[in-house]
């Protein structure tokens, strides 16, 4: 079946980018997601790829798919101690309804 | 404000009641969802309703029945709860087409005693 994976935990100082890396299994996916879950709060959509892009910008959010090795980034310019949250990639597949979450990447920001 | 709005925000109960969480969505969107997320985080899908038909229905006990008496709406209905039933439920709606992203509510935190 479908998979998605990330790394559980990253660290990084405030100021310094970060990166957050998922992988994914299904080659039909038609959109990639990234969501960030703050603390007794629900996912909040952050940005989207279509999956025939290799690079989406918005902001301090830099997204690159690497659809040969299925591999999906999101790059945080600039971290802030308000971007300290758990980030979610996401996966779907045009007319499925189904959306594949990752495990989650919990980041915490260093004052 | 536009939003996707899940009550209540906590629920604490015991063993071998039976419960319902409510859902509501203001986006104009025509399908919903209910998620369940773990205490690892790890977030599984339960149910989808489109246009108020079920299109998913993952691998979930019976004790659990969603209802969506229409687009706006849907309810989580639990039988029977169980200590593994407490976690957090996420309700969610989207917009058929592309990009077809998922909008979330809050949650509601179960806890099962």
């Known amino acids: 079946g479908e998979d998605v994976e990330q790394s559980l935990f990253l660290s990084v100082r405030e100021g310094d980018s970060s990166v957050i890396n998922c992988t994914y299994t299904?080659?039909?996916?038609?959109?990639l997601y990234w969501y960030k879950q703050e603390p007794g709060a629900g996912l909040q959509l952050l940005t989207y790829?279509?999956?025939?892009?290799d690079m989406k910008q918005d902001q301090r959010l830099t997204v690159l798919l690497n659809k040969k090795d299925k591999h999906l980034s999101l790059r945080i310019a600039d971290t802030q101690t308000g971007d300290s949250a758990i980030y979610f990639c996401?996966?779907?597949?045009?007319?499925?309804?189904?959306?594949?979450f990752g495990t989650g990447t919990r980041l915490k920001v260093l004052a | 404000d536009t939003a996707v709005s899940q009550t209540p925000k906590y629920l604490v109960t015991q063993m071998g009641n039976d419960k319902s969480i409510k859902c509501e969505q203001n986006?104009?969107?025509?399908?919903m969802y209910w998620y369940k997320q773990d205490s690892k985080k790890f977030l599984k899908i339960m149910f989808s309703?489109?246009?108020?038909?079920?299109?998913i229905n993952e691998t979930v006990p019976n004790r659990f029945s969603p209802k969506s008496p229409d687009k706006a709406h849907l309810n989580l209905h639990i039988n029977s709860l169980e200590l593994g039933d407490s976690a957090v439920y996420f309700c969610?709606?989207?917009?058929?087409?592309?990009?077809?992203?998922?909008?979330f509510g809050n949650g509601t935190r179960l806890t099962v005693t």
């Open positions: 969610a709606s989207s917009q058929s087409g592309l990009p077809g992203a998922l909008h």
């Open positions: 299904d080659s039909s996916s038609t959109y």
């Open positions: 790829i279509f999956s025939n892009m």
């Open positions: 996401a996966e779907s597949t045009s007319g499925t309804y189904k959306y594949i």
């Open positions: 986006l104009g969107h025509d399908t």
């Open positions: 309703y489109n246009n108020k038909e079920l299109i």
